[in-house]
């Protein structure tokens, strides 16, 4: 009986382990995720304030 809770307790011990190495990756790979969504926002902020002023002036000269 204490032999059959040895090997239990190890197999939930491994699959802990592995589904905290898991947690740890999804979590790093959300991170830079993010980060890059933040970046590619930015990014398209800047293009959208660029075409106002483009054709702002577009309107203006004619």
Do not use: C, N, P
Not at 21 to 37: C, G, N, P, V, W
């Amino acid at each position: 009986m204490a032999e059959e809770e040895l090997v239990t307790k190890e197999k939930f011990e491994r699959t802990k382990s592995k589904l905290e190495a898991e947690l740890t990756d999804i979590q790093d790979r959300y991170f830079h995720m993010s980060l890059k969504y933040a970046e590619v926002e930015a990014q398209r902020e800047e293009l959208v304030m660029q075409l106002r002023v483009a054709k702002s002036k577009k309107g203006w000269l004619s």
